[in-house]
Each structure stands twice: as C-alpha cells, then as structure tokens.
C-alpha cells in the first residue's frame, strides 16, 4: 500500500509522504492537555483518506459477501452460516487492527518519533483549561445520544440470517447461542475489536487526527460519512452508522481525546453482550 500521506516540501525533515501539520496555527487543535506543547502529526490527503477507508470497507465487504458465503457451502443451516459470518467479521476487524498498527510503524519512521498515545489520541480528554476529570462525564451524555440513534431505524433492516439482533430474536438465535460459550467469547472478541482495537482505532485513533489539513473543520463530520458508510458488510445500517459516526467523532474532535469515542461505542457492545448472556447461560 502506497503511504497515505502528503509531501509538500523536499528538505530533510520531509519524510517521504509525509507533510508538517497544521495544527500549530489552529486555535481549536491546540486545545490540547493544559501544560503541553501542541502535538504536531503527519497528515492524509484526501486520496490517502480514502485510500485508508477502502482497506478496511472493501475487505469486510469481501468477508461478507463472498467469503462467507463460499465457506458456509451450499443451503448452509441458519447456526452454520451465522457462526461463519461472525468468525469472517471477527477477522476483518482484526485486520483493521493490524492495518492501523502497520501504518503507524510507516509514520513513525517518516517523521520524528512521538509516543504511540500521542499518535493514536489516546489520552485524557481535554479542553484549554481542563484535562480529564468531569470531562469524562460527557460519555455518558454522547451514549445517551447514540441509544437514541439506535432506537431509529431507517429503511430496510437487512436479511434475518445477516441482522444481529433479528438473528437473536428468532428461535435458531435463540438455540444458536444456547450454552454456546465458545461462540459467545467470539462475539466478545469481535466486540472489542469493533469498538476498540478495530474501528474506533482506525476511524478516530488514526484517521480523524490526520484530517484537518483536507477537509479543515468539517474533518469529523466527513470521518462520520466515511464510517457509516464503511458498512458495506451491513448496508442497511448506514444511515445509523453515520450519526453514531458523528457522535464518535465530535466528541474524539471536541476533547483531542479516541478515548471519547471508544467509550461511547464500547456501551453498546456492552449492552449486546449484556442482552446475549442470558441466552447463552440457558
């Protein structure tokens, strides 16, 4: 993969595709942790942007679509094909984890050496006057937010065998997941790399810091855009995706802070695998 990044100038510090942030002029970015100097990190062009959201979109909706599929064979039972569409997504995520991992190594050799938090925003939030503290507090008003964006549906809601929560509600849910702890493990494993160590970390840790030169102020609403419809894998989803994609990414923008983010959308996992224990304890 080609590095996502820009090259404006040709002197030593240039790092190939690598361009000078534009933070440093920008009152809203230094709004950092009070009492630290102003992080300065490489940024994406709009092709990079893009070129980033593709490598984690299309193969999801490869694994979905076509892999699955093909490795649940011919007629497949509804617990066979749901146990085999949960393991592709699990590993898309993974590799989201992954590709966030290998372009941060690339980074850190093109530019100068800065710590992994720094580079991911995984730090307290903060304003230019208060770091962590009751800021936290604000978690809990973006979760109330995106509870009620999943109260909304839009449009279609997807094939029964591919919607989730239509799967549990049926009778092969229900006896799918019947004292089935190894398959509950890995929707917990497929949660966390959901909301954690896969898109959050992709969308808000990596991406959203790299935005503001190509898009300016408007970088979290289009990094919204971007993640809901990096649903390929569940496209009826996409219109919710992209207002939980906002609230994710305001409040990761707002607070300098993927933490924000990850806590928002790690309540809804909680709650799925609060919702799923009883079927699966029996």
């Known amino acids: 993969m080609n590095p996502p990044f820009r090259r404006t100038d ?6 190939v ?16 942790v009070p009492g630290s100097p102003a992080v300065e990190l490489p940024q994406c062009s709009k092709a990079g942007v893009l070129a980033v959201w593709a490598a984690a979109a299309l193969p999801m909706g490869v694994l979905a679509w076509v892999i699955a599929p093909a490795v649940a064979g011919h007629a497949p039972s509804e617990k066979h094909f749901a146990v085999t569409l949960l393991a592709a997504l699990t590993f898309g995520l ?4 992954a590709l966030v991992l290998m372009l941060v190594l690339r980074e850190n050799r093109n530019s100068p050496s800065m710590p992994l938090r720094d580079r991911l925003w995984l730090r ?16 809990g008003a973006y979760a109330i937010g995106l509870a009620a964006v999943n109260l909304i549906a839009f449009g279609p809601t997807g094939p029964i065998d591919r919607n989730f929560g239509l799967f549990l509600q049926s009778a092969a849910g229900k006896a799918t997941f019947h004292h089935a702890w190894g398959l509950y493990a890995l929707v917990a494993v497929l949660l966390a790399f959901n ?19 190509a898009f300016g102020r408007a970088d979290w609403v289009v990094n919204g855009i971007l993640f809901g419809c990096y649903h390929l894998h569940e496209p009826w989803v996409i219109p919710n995706a992209i207002l939980t994609g906002f609230l994710c990414a305001y409040s990761t923008r707002r607070y300098r802070s993927a933490w924000m983010g990850i806590a928002i959308h790690s309540i809804e996992s909680l709650f799925i695998l609060a919702v799923l224990f009883p079927l699966v304890a029996g």
Request: no cysteine; aromatic share 14%; net charge positive.
């Open 10 to 15: 040709a002197g030593p510090a240039a790092s």
């Open 17 to 32: 595709g690598v361009t000078r942030s534009p933070f440093a002029a920008d009152p809203i970015a230094n709004k950092l």
């Open 124 to 139: 307290a939030p903060a304003t230019a006057t208060r770091r962590g503290g009751r800021l936290w507090w604000w978690v």
């Open 94 to 97: 993974i590799w989201q984890a």
């Open 195 to 213: 909301t954690f160590l896969g898109e959050e970390m992709l969308f808000r840790g990596f991406l959203l810091p790299r935005m503001r030169s």
